[in-house]
């Protein structure tokens, strides 16, 4: 079996279960601004913190992993593009978004959460964003 061909394919898997938490952890923030009660806002909490912790960040690491990796395999050709470089930085950008969503997952926790739920409707479509800008770049490798 082709190492890199699995490497790519191990990225690729980590990649969609992290955008899927990506996507779907705001969507739980908007919930939890909407929940009608004490009970409902626990039950989101505990999704919230699971959601982060046992899929969104692990997917990340491995998903960070394979790519380090892969970069490693092809660092030679990937330097001297400027799509790499953008493509990084976006990934980059996307950690920070993740970053953000742990606050935000603490915040409610505490019940310290003062944004509304309209604000995390946006904020839920900032990955897709990233998402095509990063399948463009790492498809086509434009030489800008």
Known sequence: MDVFLTLKALHLITTVAWFAAMFYLPRLF???????????????????????????????????????????????AYHVTL?????????????????????????F???ANQRSQKFYRVFNEIPLIFLVVIVFLAIFKPTL
Request: charged share 10%; net charge positive; hydrophobic share 55%.
């Open 30 to 76: 908007v919930y939890h601004c909407e929940a009608p009660n004490a009970q409902a806002a626990e039950m989101l909490i505990t999704m919230e913190r699971r959601l982060y912790r046992a899929i969104m960040t692990p997917a990340a690491l491995l998903t960070l992993v394979f790519g380090i990796w892969l970069t490693a395999l092809n660092w030679a």
């Open 83 to 107: 799509w790499f470089w953008v493509k990084l930085g976006c990934v980059l950008a996307l950690f920070a978004y993740h970053g953000m969503c742990g606050g935000m997952v603490r915040k």
């Open 109 to 111: 926790g505490a019940g």
